[in-house]
């Protein structure tokens, strides 16, 4: 079956500026995550949807990062305005339903100058 | 609140020497804990999870809740085990995936 797929597979840019990523699970997977993985850190969740519904999102810094699901199928995850402590991997992830097993994409790398 | 924790960064073995990586975690409930790895330009991916009670690659995790722990065990190292290893759980009621920091094996030949 064909994976996560993610792209930009990597960004430049630099503070202040905006920047968004998007992501495809896997067809028929109801759960999308998105986690923010600081170098040296584990995957830290920052949203989670359930179709296009949000399920989870206490971790997301609401005043400059956003995403939507509106389809419930593609996502996008958006950052604006960037800050030099965002710099990271977004990794995107799905699952079949709620506490099914999560399937990754190989991520964005983000560096923000 | 959930927390997982990895102490070791890195743990170097040589080809044939059992490997132990530790992870305890700290959660008030009943907690699904998980062993995800992630190999050298791929993705991160499912090791094992307690419930299945299953050997995966040769690699074994018992969850000892008397001790908190869910440490990842495999009586011979082998060069393609060489990878970020993390230990991640889920609370009850389909809470997020907490992970830890994990920690780098380095199989030698």
């Known amino acids: 079956e064909a994976g996560v797929a993610q792209s930009p597979r990597y960004k430049i840019i630099e503070k202040r500026q905006s920047v968004a990523f998007w992501c495809n699970p896997i067809?028929?997977?109801?759960?999308l995550y998105w986690y923010q993985q600081i170098l040296g850190q584990g995957p830290k969740l920052l949203i989670q949807f359930q179709n296009n519904g949000v399920v989870d999102d206490s971790q997301l810094p609401k005043d400059r990062f956003s995403a939507e699901r509106l389809k419930g199928v593609d996502s996008t995850l958006k950052i604006q305005p960037a800050k030099l402590e965002d710099s990271a991997v977004y990794l995107c992830a799905s699952s079949f339903g709620l506490g099914e097993k999560l399937f990754f994409g190989s991520g964005t790398q983000l560096s923000v100058l | 609140a959930q927390r997982v924790t990895q102490p070791e960064k890195l743990l170097s073995v040589f080809k044939g020497a059992p490997v132990e990586l530790k992870c305890n975690y700290s959660?008030?409930?009943?907690?699904?804990l998980f062993w995800y790895v992630q190999y050298s330009r791929q993705r991160l991916q499912l090791l094992l999870r307690?419930?299945s009670r299953e050997s995966i690659k040769g690699f074994t995790a018992d969850l000892n809740k008397g001790e908190t722990s869910f440490h990842l065990k495999k009586p011979f190292a082998q060069e393609e085990d060489s990878a970020m290893y993390y230990c991640?759980?889920?609370?009850?009621?389909?809470?997020?995936?907490?992970f830890g920091t994990g920690t780098r094996l380095l199989v030698s030949p």
């Open positions: 991640a759980l889920r609370g009850t009621g389909f809470q997020k995936l907490v």
């Open positions: 067809s028929g997977h109801a759960t």
């Open positions: 307690h419930i």
């Open positions: 959660y008030s409930g009943s907690p699904e």
